[in-house]
């Protein structure tokens, strides 16, 4: 089994800045690949950004060169650095992780982006 954990969610004016973390009850190399998508209201989820174990990234066209994802093998986290963010970021934001053939979901935190 697989616990994923997010956090850094919160409300941002247009233009601010957030960091979300992702905890994983794993190490974080032992994943095929981890990431992040959200699902805002009345829309499906969708990807946001991931990284895989060979470190190839993938980030949805909406957020690259605002978003960056990276990874901390020692403390196991995976994280999203949010720059420039718009009203249409707003969404929960879930942690995704896959390990052997399972996908595993984070419980979600919800980033607002208003003034």
């Known amino acids: 089994q697989v616990q994923l954990v997010e956090s850094g969610g919160g409300l941002v004016q247009p233009g601010g800045s957030l960091r979300l973390s992702c905890a994983a009850s794993r190490a974080i190399f032992s994943f095929v690949a981890v990431g992040w998508y959200r699902q805002a209201p009345g829309k499906q989820r969708e990807l946001v950004a991931t990284i895989t174990r060979v470190d190839s990234t993938n980030y949805a066209a909406s957020v690259k060169g605002r978003f960056t994802i990276s990874r901390d093998s020692a403390e196991n986290t995976v994280s999203l650095l949010m720059n420039s963010l718009k009203p249409e970021d707003t969404a929960v934001y879930y942690c995704?992780?896959?390990?052997?053939?399972?996908?595993?979901w984070g419980q979600g935190t919800q980033v607002t982006v208003s003034s």
């Open positions: 995704y992780a896959h390990y052997f053939v399972s996908d595993y």
